[in-house]
């Protein structure tokens, strides 16, 4: 049968990749038969996220960056064409507080300043517009690329307490969507997948070891489970394949009903 999701002759580059959801993105997409580019800040995260594919008989490299640097990202690009040629798929995912947050970055946002905030913008923000605009310049030439950003629930309905955050993903919602009028004519697609409590490292712990935070924030999801990794990754398989080429500007939510896109 033919695989309508297949990533055959792809080549993908997945940022904070090291674990959690960029670790399944990349996974799903080397069982598709992409080439992957596994990126993250801690060099040893991306290389063991690479090892296992490669283990499995999928072909992935890994390549250290912070995407907060744009010379930092320009170098990993450079460093992926060299391994796997140029990006067809590029997937912003690297975000939450950073990968290495301010210990003050929980405190409401109005007892901290700028060098806190910049801490959630930087990466859910920048991270974003420097890994995009290194993407893009290939996929004009080529006129084929699909960008999708990872963003949050709190990016749409905005989340007490992650303030700064909430404005740094709706802040990349915006800029996908300008980027998906800008590079439209060059069957160039960018989307996002916005994501409610899903469990990942980041998040896992702390809600198992407060259960009662859990049943709590369960109950206002109308599948009461958090999500996993896997169910973001088949919607962003799905962004990523050519049966989604008439689909940009859009943001997609895969939270379990914790709020509806209309
Ligand atoms: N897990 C959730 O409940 C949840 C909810 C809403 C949105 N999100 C978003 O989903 C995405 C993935 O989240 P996750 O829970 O898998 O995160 P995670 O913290 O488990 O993993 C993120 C990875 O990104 C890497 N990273 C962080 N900053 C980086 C940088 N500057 N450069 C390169 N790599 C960097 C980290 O080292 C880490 O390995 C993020 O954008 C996050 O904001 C997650």
């Known amino acids: 049968m033919n695989d309508i999701l297949t990533l055959t002759g792809r080549v993908a ?59 930092s990202v320009k170098a990993m690009f450079a460093q992926a064409r060299e391994l796997a040629g140029p990006i067809d798929i590029l997937v912003n995912n690297a975000g939450n507080l950073g990968a290495t947050p301010s210990p003050d970055a929980r405190k409401p946002f109005w007892e901290h300043g700028p060098e806190v905030w910049a801490g959630a913008i930087d990466v859910n923000l920048y991270g974003v517009i420097n890994c995009t605009s290194a993407a893009t310049p290939d996929m004009i030439e080529r006129q084929r690329g699909r960008i999708i950003t990872i963003i949050s629930d709190a990016g749409r309905v905005g989340e007490a307490g992650l303030e700064v955050y909430s404005a740094a993903k709706a802040g990349a919602a915006g800029f996908m969507r300008a980027v998906a009028r800008s590079l439209g004519r060059y069957q160039v697609t960018a989307n996002c997948v916005a994501i409610s409590a899903t469990f990942t490292p980041a998040i896992e712990k702390r809600l198992k070891d407060n259960p009662e935070m859990l049943k709590k924030m369960m109950s206002k999801y109308v599948i009461r489970r958090p999500g996993k990794p896997t169910d973001v990754a088949n919607m962003v398989l799905f962004i990523a394949s050519d049966a989604s080429e008439w689909i940009t500007g859009q943001t997609y939510p895969v939270n379990g009903g914790y709020a509806f896109a209309v």
Do not use: C, W
């Open 13 to 71: 580059l997945v940022t904070g990749a090291g674990q959690g959801v960029g670790q399944q993105v990349a996974e799903h997409f080397a069982a598709h038969d992409a080439t992957v580019i596994v990126n993250d800040y801690f060099a040893e995260r991306a290389q063991s996220v690479a090892d296992a594919i490669t283990a499995r008989g999928g072909k992935a490299f890994a390549v250290q960056a912070d995407v907060t640097s744009l010379e």
